[in-house]
C-alpha cells in the first residue's frame, strides 16, 4: 500500500540523509535562538562587563555560523525537489528582505520610523522563507 | 514531459516508497514526476532509466513532438535562406 502523506511540511517521506540533516539545522538554529535571547536579555540587564558582552555577541554569531553551514550542508545533500523548494523560498525572501531592507532604510533616513522596527523586516523574511516552503510541498504532493 | 514512471513501477509492483528508497530520493519526489507536476533533472533520468534498464526516451516523453512533416518544411526553409 502507498503511503500517503499527510504531514504539513510534507517531511514524512523525507529520505533519513534529509531528517538527520533536517534534525541539525533545527537543534543548531533552536540554540542560536536561545543564546541570541539569553545574550541579548543579559546586555540589557547589565549582567555582563563590555569584554564579556563582546564575548557573548561573538559566541552568539558562532552558533548562527552554525546553523548557515548546518542548512548549507542540507541544501547540498537533499533530494532535487526539496532543493528546488528551498531555493525558491529563499529566493522570495531575499527578495522581501531587499525590498523591505531598503524601504526601511528610506523611512529610516527620513525619521518615519525607529532603529528598533528593523525586526519586522526580519521577521517578514523568515514568515516569507516559512509560508513559501509549505506552499511548495504542497503544491508538488 | 510526460513519462510512464508510474506503469512502469506497478509492472515491477513497487511501491512509491519503494521506489524512492530506490533512487535514494523523497517519496514526494517520485510522486511529483508520477504526476507531471515535476520533470527530474538529467542526472536523476538516467538513474531512473538504469534502474528500469530502458532507454531515457522510452520512459519520458517530451510533449512538444516534432514531426516529418514540420521537420521537412524547417528543412526546406533552411535550404531557401542560403
Given amino acids: 500500500m502507498e503511503t500517503t502523506d499527510t504531514s504539513i511540511l510534507g517531511f514524512c517521506s523525507a529520505p533519513l540523509r534529509d531528517r538527520q540533516n533536517q534534525r541539525r539545522v533545527t537543534i543548531w538554529s533552536v540554540i542560536w535562538g536561545v543564546s541570541y535571547i539569553i545574550v541579548t536579555i543579559a546586555i540589557q540587564k547589565g549582567w555582563l562587563s563590555s569584554a564579556a558582552a563582546i564575548a557573548a555577541v561573538i559566541g552568539t554569531s558562532l552558533f548562527g555560523v552554525a546553523t548557515l553551514l548546518a542548512y548549507h550542508r542540507f541544501l547540498r545533500e537533499t533530494d532535487e525537489l526539496r532543493r528546488k523548494i528551498e531555493v525558491d523560498a529563499l529566493a522570495l525572501a531575499f527578495g522581501i528582505g531587499l525590498v523591505g531592507g531598503l524601504t526601511f532604510f528610506l523611512l529610516f533616513e527620513n525619521s518615519l520610523v525607529s532603529g528598533r522596527s528593523f525586526g519586522l523586516v526580519f521577521v517578514a523574511m523568515i514568515l516569507a522563507h516559512t509560508s513559501s516552503v509549505v506552499i511548495g510541498r504542497r503544491r508538488y504532493s | ?82
Fill in chain 2, 1 to 82: 514531459v510526460k513519462n510512464r514512471l508510474k506503469v512502469l513501477r506497478a509492472e515491477r509492483d513497487w511501491t512509491q516508497a519503494d521506489l524512492a528508497d530506490r533512487l535514494e530520493v523523497s517519496r514526494q519526489t517520485v510522486n511529483a514526476i508520477e504526476k507531471g507536476k515535476y520533470d527530474p533533472s538529467l542526472p536523476l533520468a538516467f538513474r531512473i532509466s538504469r534502474l528500469f534498464e530502458m532507454p531515457i526516451e522510452e520512459i519520458f516523453d517530451p510533449e512538444e513532438r516534432t514531426y516529418p512533416i514540420q521537420a521537412e518544411a524547417r528543412t526546406q526553409d533552411l535550404g531557401h535562406e542560403h
